[in-house]
């Protein structure tokens, strides 16, 4: 999807949107942020000619769609707005199979579908597919609303806050859903959203909008956190962006520290010997395939009243209560060590240990992956 020089201007002399050159990859999925009247809605009403442009040419799948009939123009494009927009006096299946009805689809193909997104986003066919709307809860409604605008595979989904109106449970389980999905089908996606956060989360890229619909940065989420191209989106992004690059930045092995480890058969008294004037007072245990087998500090190796009597390290090793993967968010990580207090979590690359995350390695890795400051254009 592209669009070029796009501008809406009004009678009034208003300039809602001035001139905006922005596109979106197939399959990407790109979030319009910026302050409330900044023209992030009125962008994406332009796609599907809900608003009609003033000026300038939007190309979808290489079709000047400025020019197409906005009716046929909007069944090929999904449409998902935060207040859901579900027809009360249908059922959920019913809603599901409007677009295909209104493209002549046949009873079976549309059933099939209607079954299909359904089930794609977390819904029973069987269980929900008879209820009302009124039936459902907001997040449920939400989902059906995603199910709608799938259900003719469009090749650009276009999506105006959509999980604004969800409690914060329900809208974190979303978007993490809505994620996967997004993935899995490739679909192209335009998504509002007044919320800095859920964008960093969803976005493949994120379009950063000033008042009169001026673009002043358009890249990833890393990029626009770590090097704003503006003051304005400095600003605009927060003072705790910092914080923010935890989300999107990956726990990378080079970043881990590593403490001595022992196998799980060792005497107790090779561990010991392994921590003496180690660094850390505790070892990490595995077996010999290099799979976590727990941990031991040095205080465990010590023998009781009958001495060690042979014990070996498995004896006196403690489990982990958590682990995380490598390529999972810094966020994550350290979200775990605080929540239980621990100055250290092993990191697993499928069963094998790779080496342990620590606060350390936390900042090491926002510090080496900071991306260099540099000015991203935005048109005049």
Known sequence: M????????????????????LEVGRGDLVALVGPSGCGKSTTLR????????????????GEDVTAADPVRLRRRIGYVIQQVGLFPHRTVAQNV???PGLLGWDRARTAARTEEVLALVGLDPAVHGGRYPHELSGGQQQRVGVARALAADPPVLLMDEPFGAVDPVARDRLQTEFRRLQRELGTTVLFVTHDIDEAVRLADRIAVFSQGGRLEQ?????????????????????????????????????????????????????????LAGAAEPYAVVLDRSGALRGWVAERHLHGDAHGDGGAVVGDRARRFERTVEVGESLRRGLAEIVQHDAGWLPVLDGDRYVGVLTPDAVHAALRRTAPAPHRVSAPA
């Open 2 to 21: 592209r669009l070029q020089g796009v501008a809406k201007r009004y009678p009034d002399g208003t300039v809602a949107v001035g001139d905006l050159d």
């Open 218 to 274: 358009l890249a990833d989420p890393a990029t626009v956190l770590g090097a704003p191209a503006s003051e304005f989106v400095a600003d605009f992004v927060g003072a705790d962006r910092g914080l923010r690059r935890l989300a999107v930045t990956p726990i990378e092995a080079q970043d881990l520290a590593h403490p001595p480890t022992v196998l799980v058969t060792d005497p107790v008294e090779a561990a010991r010997a392994a």
């Open 46 to 61: 332009m796609v599907n000619r809900l608003v009609e442009p003033t000026s300038g040419r939007i190309w979808l799948d």
């Open 97 to 99: 199979a409007t677009v």
